[in-house]
């Protein structure tokens, strides 16, 4: 990546991006694998994350296991979008916010522990806004398991796991959202979550791995900017087709090499007619172009049409609103 040219963070950003070490000093690993000491570890991994090329070394929740969440979308007028998006950034349940080429022209994801607390966020910004909010509510993920390769060589997604939310305990949600939002980046990175939440450190440690196991914990690693390193041409790809043809397309459409995320969502009627969805991140437009050429070419996709709708400004990416603010507190 003509980002990242030092071949150590090529590295690091490669092989650390899930399954993180769960253990007293998990750098110490990384640091050992990558020929370094643990410090070094921690100072680049520091470095890139006050210059924006990583957001964390957190965990990644999976999508409606123990919070709800839904994409939305308004049709900003031009001359007020920086205020209404503003506006939205402040809403602490949303976690992303993007700026595409359409109409609808502000996406993002609200999230929160439960539908009430989502649903109010977006009534809020309809209110506040006055414009109509898309409500695009996930259906089922066929691919979301999003990760970069800094060498340019073919990602592993791995297969999508069995969520058991049987394991949760009471306690769960303050770990797991300290876990999202991000390790401290020093020796003892779990003991210090720990003492931020007055809990034991193997405690908290046999905690995240037994949410890890269970799938609710989708990934835990190192979190990367994707814009920052390079893939600045990402174009949500929306398909109009009928359920059936959604149950052959959405698997195909996640395995196509370049489509980096891939899920089915509720249309609105009469409105926004698109149930499947697909990410492709690249580091051009000619790039991202020649992956849909090649991806609408599947005969599970035949006849099907859609809509493609380039990222041109990011807003806001933070990790998912897991318990309310004030709980949090």
């Known amino acids: 990546m003509q980002h990242i040219t030092d071949p150590i963070d090529r590295r690091l950003l490669d092989d650390f991006q899930r399954e993180f070490p769960i253990i007293d000093r998990p750098f110490q690993p ?3 694998a990558l020929g370094l000491d643990e410090a070094e570890v921690l100072n680049r991994l520091a470095r890139m994350r006050s210059t924006g090329r990583i957001t964390r070394v957190g965990a990644t929740i999976t999508p409606g296991a123990v919070t709800a969440s839904t994409l939305a979308a308004v049709a900003a007028p031009e ?3 920086e205020d209404i998006a503003a506006l939205i950034d402040a ?3 949303v976690n992303h ?6 109409k609808w022209n502000l996406w993002f994801v609200a999230t929160g522990p439960d539908r009430a607390h989502v649903d109010a966020t977006l009534a809020r910004i309809g209110l506040q806004t006055g414009l109509q909010v898309l409500d695009l509510r996930l259906v089922r993920p066929f691919n979301v398991d999003l990760g970069f390769r800094m060498t340019g060589k073919q990602r592993n997604v791995p297969a999508p796991r069995k969520v058991d939310c049987s394991v949760l305990q009471k306690g769960d949600r303050s770990l797991m959202q300290a876990l999202s939002s991000g390790l401290p980046l020093v020796c003892e990175p779990y003991a210090a979550l720990a003492a931020s939440l007055d809990r034991k450190p193997e405690d908290a440690m046999t905690r995240i791995r037994i949410l890890h196991e269970a799938g609710i914990v ?3 690693g190192v979190i990367v900017r994707h814009r ?3 893939w600045s041409a990402n174009a949500m790809v ?3 087709m009928p359920t059936d043809q959604v149950d052959r397309a959405g698997p195909a459409l996640a395995k196509y090499p370049g489509v980096t995320l891939c899920y089915e969502r509720r249309p ?3 409105i926004w007619p698109y149930r499947l969805y697909s990410m492709i991140h690249a580091r051009s437009r000619s790039e991202a172009r020649n992956v849909l050429a090649g991806a609408a070419a599947l005969p599970e996709l035949f006849g099907a049409q859609h809509k493609v709708l380039f990222s041109t400004r990011c807003f806001k990416q933070t990790g998912a609103l897991i318990q309310p603010k004030e709980t949090a507190a």
Do not use: M, T
């Open 30 to 32: 990384v640091a050992k």
């Open 79 to 81: 001359e007020h979008l």
């Open 91 to 93: 809403e602490p349940g």
């Open 97 to 102: 916010n993007y700026q595409r080429e359409d």
């Open 218 to 220: 989708s990934r835990l």
């Open 228 to 230: 920052a390193l390079g």
């Open 238 to 240: 929306v398909w109009d």
């Open 268 to 270: 609105v009627e009469n």
